[in-house]
DNA sequence: GGTATAACGATTTTT
DNA sequence: TCGTTATACC
């Protein structure tokens, strides 16, 4: 035994203080025995708190190794605040030895450790949805696609869902191959899918890239097929825990399964009335199916909610026994007594509905209430413009959450192209994005020509252009491949610079100097002028400098070594570039300031996003709004699941229990949209409340009209 | 290689 | 309605 390991082993928390303020159930599920477990936990019931308290616990109780343990969330922000947490009851070097992570993350780190195994060559980089989508279209362009027929997105992400059960290229082939042969009509679409699926299959092997979906499936495979590194995982991860279990897709569920050995227990939460995702591929069955494959599987329910008034949690139960297809009833009992009346708002139009909402909130705040208290929670994303305008009118300030973010604007996506080609020469998909950014003449023909030559080689464009410049070096060279290199020297010349140059700086001065050297900051700022934007407002000059600030700041927290850098299983010392663009395709935290940091708003304001987006957030004053027919429930069909209304039930229970103190829900019976008016009225949902409380005296609800 | 014009299409979103 | 994007055309 290593003095690690004595140090890993020694307890760190009594046992009395982390089952302090616990309430039965949540001390049951705490303390379980080691064995597989299903935590069913409604909304506010303290689910966090509970998968936190177990880890401590069973670190301190069953004297679990922390490097023994493995976490597992959906979100970074759900990881790292499991990681702060946890980190106030144990040590630093438990803490350390403990993976909390995202499901991707996780396989990541797998991947990195095993990459050759894994059949990606060590420093292979991420591919994120913008990337995969310029991918597939330029396969389907190549294949002489019509672009305009099938959206090159949509062929990227029904890539991505096949992945994630599993199916990878040929099986998908075998799959049209039979439905071709057994129904000879309508085969078109998913015969065209076939070919591109491989293609991109083959290219992304070829860029030695992965996207999101294939971080997951490899690792996978790589379990499956690789027994000795499977058994050391099931060795090693003794106690792995999931929250969000309702979200998981079939790809992480079988992750779980092969992550988990003979002698490990797993233990899962999760809440199957806020499954929201079905869409991507989340299948809240798997709480049953995890039910009922894996052995002696423990069941505790969680329903006391510390969040919400009674009547707001009435209003949310009401709703919600409509639906069928639920994995456990359940009834959420508040502690907070039964509050204020819920009000409906209904409204004439939704003008009057943005204006009632504005009143609303100013009296809020005339109160004295925090804006940042408060909440507009809305269906679709174009709603919010409406209320933007009445609270700007009335000079009420609020952000929105998810707006375009800060990684995908293009100017950033093309600097980080350039650093992303100097780690991977493969990565023909960030090469084609800025060799002739800014414009250096090299245009359709000059590319056509590179990519022949990379193709007959079976290699990248810039393995292309290396070839080229031997080739041309030596004496008696064709005239068309002179002509040529002639026309892409430049560019080589400096892609050579750079690469020699990145050695010899820190990593942010290099950036910066790379902005400088390939005329990025000038083209951008040109760019600004011309469309007369301030230098101060979101100019992409200065964004560019944000990214360089930002890019500082990494170098900062791997110093202090926050990120980490795996020194277990792999003995490879990651390329520091590299390291930060994996972290900012799999960890970027959404905005960011013009510090470079992860935004956090400097002054009081209201919060705006959509439902989807408050999940697994509160406020003491929500505001549902558009809570209409056809928004909510939406009046689109889902593509694949057929349960596209309980699921839109789902979301309206998860926008209800946001709320802490008061809610508000509205609608409009008028609304202007794209320009026509359009007849909507009261949602179907609120008319099976109102419904329900027909000959009630003790509505949870009251109605009020405006105009 | 940049600009004008037409055409399109518009749930939800994390990794 | 409004923003993005492909195409045609200098």
């Known amino acids: 035994m290593s003095d690690l390991d004595l140090l890993d082993s020694a307890p760190v928390a009594d046992e009395s203080k982390i089952l302090e303020g616990l309430n039965d159930s949540q001390k049951e599920a705490v303390s379980s025995p080691l064995c597989n477990a299903l935590i069913i936990a409604g909304a506010g019931t303290g689910k966090t708190r509970v998968l936190v308290s177990r880890i401590v616990y069973l670190i301190s109780h069953y004297q679990v190794k922390a490097r023994n343990i493995l976490a597992v969330t959906f979100t970074n922000k759900a990881a790292k605040e499991m990681r702060e947490r946890i980190g106030m009851y144990l040590n630093a070097n438990d803490t350390h030895h403990l993976w909390a992570n995202t499901f991707h993350s996780t396989c990541l780190r797998l991947l990195r450790a095993y990459a050759t195994q894994a059949g990606l060559t060590p420093g292979f980089l991420i591919l994120d949805t913008d990337g995969q989508n ?225 009143k609303e909130i100013q009296s809020l705040k005339d ?146 100097h790379m902005l400088t050297l390939t005329g990025l900051y000038a083209f951008y700022s040109e760019k600004d002028a011309k469309e007369g934007k301030s230098e101060e407002d979101n100019s992409r000059y200065k964004n560019l400098g944000v990214l360089v600030s930002n890019v500082k700041e990494f170098e900062a927290s791997v110093d202090q070594g926050e990120v980490s850098v795996d020194s277990e299983n792999s003995a490879k010392v990651e390329d520091q570039l590299t390291l930060y663009l994996t972290n900012i395709t799999l960890v970027s935290g959404g905005e960011i300031n013009e510090n470079g940091s992860a935004e956090t708003m400097p002054f009081d304001c209201v919060n705006l996003m959509t439902i989807h987006a408050s999940k697994g957030l509160e406020f003491k004053y929500v505001f549902i709004c558009g809570f209409e027919s056809e928004i909510l429930p939406s009046s689109r069909k889902s593509s694949s699941g057929d349960n596209s209304l309980e699921e839109e039930r789902r979301l309206a229970y998860v926008g209800i229990t946001r709320a802490k103190e008061q809610l508000v829900i509205s609608y409009a019976n008028a609304r202007t949209m794209f320009g026509k008016n359009e007849q909507k009225g009261a949602s179907s949902f609120i008319n099976d409340i109102v419904e329900s409380y027909e000959n009630s005296k003790n509505k949870p609800y009251k109605i009020v009209t405006k105009i």
Request: charged fraction near 25%; aromatic fraction near 10%.
């Open 134 to 358: 310029s991918l597939v279209k330029r396969i389907m362009l190549d294949l002489k696609m019509d672009i305009k027929e099938i959206k090159p997105s949509e062929f990227a992400s029904r890539i991505s869902s096949l992945k994630e059960k599993g199916m990878r290229a040929d099986d998908f082939q075998k799959r049209v191959n039979y439905i071709k042969y057994t129904n000879k009509k309508k085969s078109g679409t998913i015969e065209k899918l076939a070919l591109v699926y491989s293609a991109y299959e083959r290219i992304c092997n070829q860029e030695n890239s992965v996207d999101f979906a294939e971080i997951l499936l490899r690792t996978v495979e790589l379990l499956r097929s690789n027994s000795a590194i499977r058994e050391i995982q099931n060795e090693r991860f003794k106690e792995i825990l999931v929250d969000e279990f309702q979200d998981t897709n079939s790809i992480q569920y079988e992750l779980l399964t092969l992550l988990a050995g003979k002698n490990s227990h797993v233990m899962v939460v999760g809440d199957d009335d806020q499954s929201i995702y079905s869409w991507r591929g989340a299948d809240y069955t798997n709480m049953k199916k995890f039910l009922n494959t894996f052995p002696d599987v423990h069941q505790y329910l969680l329903s006391l909610n510390y969040r919400s008034t009674q009547n707001i949690l009435d209003m949310a139960n009401t709703l919600i026994e409509k639906n069928f297809e639920r994995v456990m009833l359940k009834n959420l009992k508040g502690n907070n007594g039964t509050g204020s009346l819920v009000s409906i708002f209904k409204c004439a139009n939704n003008r009057v509905e943005e204006l009632s909402v504005a």
């Open 367 to 512: 109160q004295g209430v925090k804006l940042s208290d408060i909440a507009v929670l809305y269906r679709n994303n174009y709603l919010s413009f409406g209320f933007e305008q009445a609270l700007t009118k009335a000079k009420i300030p609020y952000v929105i959450y998810g707006g375009q973010k800060f990684f995908e604007r293009a100017e950033i996506q093309s600097a980080l192209a350039y650093l992303k080609i100097l780690v991977n020469k493969k990565d023909d998909t960030a090469l084609l994005r800025i060799i002739n950014l800014p414009a250096r003449k090299i245009g359709p023909k000059v590319v056509e020509s590179l990519r022949n030559i990379s193709n007959e080689h079976s290699c990248s464009i810039i393995e292309a252009i290396e070839y080229l410049h031997e080739y041309v070096s030596s004496s008696d060279a064709a005239k068309e491949l002179k002509t040529l290199y002639s026309k892409v020297s430049a560019f080589y010349n400096l892609y050579l610079e750079l690469l020699s140059k990145k050695e010899t700086m820190r990593l942010h001065e290099f950036v910066h």
